[in-house]
């Protein structure tokens, strides 16, 4: 069974900062899928960023970008120019080739103004 | 596009009684998925569906629990006789595979308190 593993459980930064989670994996598998979603305390979990583990290259999404390391099996999440609209829990999450989703515990982001 | 519609947002309920949830996927999202997530954790899977087969659930889902999703459309969620250690949020999620990116669409969630 895959595991998804965040070790940070709570992290701030300062606004305008930079900030990075970090999230490993566990899987046999060679072919999925890698996110990184935002839970606001709204509750309503976002898309941040997602990764195909055949492209090498990182993706980047804005002030949003990962670290992929496959062989590492890491995936680290990285916030430039923090905003005050980014404190939220942030999830890792893997999909497998059966389409099944898992995330891990999640880390709580504040942002100090 | 509407999102992903949950409802009811909140249900508190006495200890043995049933409850159901429904789920509204993204439209023309052939795949649904249901989740329970509790505080400080992150989503745990329950279920998913592909169209109206239902083709994995998670040893979570105990006999207490079930689901369906009729013609492949909105889906339901039922927990009988529940139990305080049901109270939870439960996600549910939908997408169309490759069309979105191989990604999940998230409701806002139902809240389940069981007193």
């Known amino acids: 069974a895959q595991t998804v593993t965040q070790s940070q459980p709570e992290m701030s930064v300062q606004e305008a900062e930079t900030v990075t989670l970090s999230c490993t994996y566990d899987?046999?598998?060679?072919?999925?899928?890698l996110f990184w979603y935002k839970q606001p305390p709204s509750r309503q979990m976002i898309l941040v960023i997602r990764?195909?583990?055949?492209?090498?290259q990182n993706a980047t999404e804005n002030r949003f970008s990962v670290n992929f390391q496959k062989a590492a099996k890491s995936f680290s999440l990285k916030i430039s120019d923090s905003q005050l609209g980014d404190a939220a829990m942030y999830f890792c999450a893997y999909r497998n080739t059966g389409n099944q989703f898992y995330f891990g515990t999640g880390t709580s982001l504040t942002v100090i103004p | 596009d509407t999102g992903v519609s949950q409802d009811p947002r909140h249900k508190i309920t006495k200890r043995g009684q049933n409850v159901t949830f429904r789920c509204d996927p993204i439209?023309?999202?052939?795949?649904l998925y249901w989740y329970r997530q509790t505080l400080g954790q992150g989503p745990e899977f329950l279920t998913y569906?592909?169209?109206?087969?239902?083709?994995?659930k998670s040893r979570l889902l105990s006999d207490r629990f079930s689901a369906e999703r009729p013609k492949g459309s909105f889906s339901t969620l039922e927990i009988q006789r529940t139990e305080q250690g049901d109270s939870a949020m439960y996600l549910c999620?939908?997408?169309?595979?490759?069309?979105?990116?191989?990604?999940?669409?998230f409701g806002e969630g139902s809240w389940l308190t069981v007193v």
């Open positions: 569906f592909q169209n109206e087969a239902q083709l994995e």
């Open positions: 999620a939908s997408s169309f595979g490759i069309l979105t990116g191989n990604t999940i669409y």
């Open positions: 990764q195909e583990a055949y492209k090498q």
């Open positions: 439209s023309e999202h052939n795949r």
């Open positions: 899987t046999s598998e060679s072919d999925y899928y």
